[in-house]
């Protein structure tokens, strides 16, 4: 039986491996832009985690005529009103490093007690099927940004983002205990029940 293309619309290596693998007894044929053969630069103007989702989405969609997935996520700290928020990718400049970025809210935070420096990490994954029809999920997991970097695991954000109920920032976790309780994979996980729902 020829499986039906699920392209997930990203060029990071690291979240097209954690998709197949969560959504590997779907019967989609889950492939990268990359193994799609599209190299494109999609502009993110969206004002929400989901229209940015579904921006992506759509677009691929559009080119290919295939099922399409998009993420967006990112970082909203509330002693910042939710910022970087939809910009976390590009808080300080885009080509700044994430130590850079880490040190820099550090700084914006600097003698801030503990209980205000409540964050999470959110993630949309919108779902942009060839008829148009769209779906889209959320994920989150709450922490606190520490007081300093700690970790080497992970990416971006990590090594300050501390969850209190583990006792460490998610730079500390492994990539599976951090894949069993990101943002991404509760958001991944939700819209794998709603494709479930939608196969006939
Ligand atoms: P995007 O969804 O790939 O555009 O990612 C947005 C940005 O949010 C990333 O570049 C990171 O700065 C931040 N971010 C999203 N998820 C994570 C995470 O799991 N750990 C650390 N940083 C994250």
């Known amino acids: ?12 290596k690291g979240k097209i491996i954690e998709i197949k693998e969560i959504m590997k007894d779907l019967p989609f044929q889950i492939v990268s832009l990359d193994e799609a053969g599209i190299d494109i ?11 940015n989702a579904l921006i992506k989405a759509k677009t691929i969609m559009e080119l290919t005529g295939s099922l399409v997935l998009a993420d967006d996520s990112g970082l909203e700290i509330d002693y910042l009103d939710g910022k ?21 809210i550090l700084d914006l935070l600097k003698g801030v007690p ?10 949309a994954i919108a ?9 889209t999920t959320y994920g989150t997991i ?23 109920k583990y006792q460490c920032t998610t730079a500390e976790m492994s990539p599976e205990q ?11 996980q939700k819209i794998k029940e709603k494709l479930k729902k939608g196969i006939k």
């Open 114 to 123: 503990k209980e205000k420096r409540t964050a999470r990490f959110v993630c």
């Open 41 to 51: 630069d999609i502009e993110e103007n969206g004002a929400t985690f989901e229209e």
């Open 1 to 12: 039986m020829k499986m039906e293309k699920l392209i997930f619309a990203t060029k990071n």
């Open 84 to 104: 970087p928020g939809i910009y976390s990718a590009r808080f300080g400049g885009v080509n700044t490093s994430y130590e850079i970025k880490n040190n820099k």
């Open 142 to 164: 709450e922490g606190i940004i520490a007081e300093k970097p700690s970790g080497n695991h992970g990416f971006g954000y990590d090594p300050i983002f501390y969850v209190p």
């Open 178 to 188: 951090k894949n069993a309780i990101s943002h991404r994979a509760k958001a991944l």
């Open 127 to 135: 779902a942009v099927y060839p008829t148009g029809d769209t779906i």
